[in-house]
């Protein structure tokens, strides 16, 4: 036993009259220790992953089931941003992200955030979608994206009945695709709040002639 404390650094051993000896280390020393060879063992981990990770090919899509999985991983990409990100979100995930798009406007990522249902959030450049109601009721659930730098990709929904289904990806396809529809839903928003009067006397409450994609039709 003392052997193998000795070989883990936890004793060490001192001389005395031509005894042997054992001192423990003394527990802030023990820790400093053994966190520094766990950072060190991380790092070469690390490094050895992210080397197999560049020769691999990124085309994939994983599922996720966890809820709060799918939080930490939107966190995670969030946190991993340098240049641009894209969410579509409502208010319970954005309650658990906000910190996270904090810290990435300050690091000057440019953001774009397309918010169902009323907010006074002002990160990055907020739109809000003006019939969350009516998606809810159309979709069955809530959406999540989170879309950075053009490289990565979680896109997610979570049903009335609590369950979720996400994927996240770093296919080039995928993440284009879903940048493209947070793209198009910023476009719309736009047009809507400079000419949301005429639009609702053309198209109805909440647009619904606008949103009926299988007829283009206008109000009498």
Known sequence: VIERLLERG?????SE????RFIPLPPDELIAVHRTQV?????ELREGLNSIALSKDLSFIRTIHDYALLINKARRIIESAATTLLVSTWQKEMEQLRSSL???????????????????ETIGKTYVHPIEN???EEK??????????????LFAKTSRDGTTEGIHSMSEGFVAMAEDFIHHDVYILKILRRF???LLEVYGENYWKLRDIFKDEELC
């Open 196 to 198: 949301d009067k005429s």
């Open 102 to 120: 904090l810290a990435a406007e300050k690091r000057n990522v440019q953001i774009a955030i397309v918010h169902f249902g009323k907010t006074a």
């Open 134 to 136: 009516t998606i809810f």
């Open 39 to 43: 950072d060190a063992t991380l790092q």
């Open 17 to 20: 009259k031509q005894k042997r």
């Open 10 to 14: 936890a004793v060490f051993e001192i």
């Open 140 to 153: 069955g659930g809530q959406g999540l994206i989170v879309a950075a730098d053009s490289k990565e990709v």
